[in-house]
Nanobody
Framework: QVQLVESGGGLVQPGGSLRLSCAAS???????MGWYRQAPGEQRDLVAA???????DYADAVKGRFTISKDNAKNTVYLQMNSLKPEDTALYYC?????????WGQGTQVTVSS
């Protein structure tokens, strides 16, 4: 069992920045972690993912604006979000894939509005 604890969401004006953090409670190294988001009435979509080796994947909508990073020693993943737009407003979920199972955080709200 892996528990994921997220932090860093909030309200920000368009063009602003936020940094999300997600810590996984595991004594074992988790290879793949990432962030998904879900807006009201929409499906949950991948935002960014990263492996322990540093391989990253981004949704086209966030390329050049968001950066995902991972502290392997702490099993913690970060999402630096810059140049935020109103369409980035969503509930952001941390995800970890470990030993064949997918684990999810409780979600942290990001609202981009003036």
């Amino acid at each position: 069992q892996v528990q994921l604890v997220e932090s860093g969401g909030g309200l920000v004006q368009p063009g602003g920045s936020l940094r999300l953090s997600c810590a996984a409670s595991s004594i074992f190294s988790i290879n793949t972690m990432g962030w998904y988001r879900q807006a009201p009435g929409e499906q949950r979509d991948l935002v960014a993912a990263i492996t322990s080796g540093g391989t990253t994947d981004y949704a086209d909508a966030v390329k050049g604006r968001f950066t995902i990073s991972k502290d392997n020693a702490k099993n913690t993943v970060y999402l630096q979000m810059n140049s935020l737009k109103p369409e980035d407003t969503a509930l952001y979920y941390c995800n970890a894939f470990f030993r064949g199972f997918a684990y999810w955080g409780q979600g942290t709200q990001v609202t981009v509005s003036s």
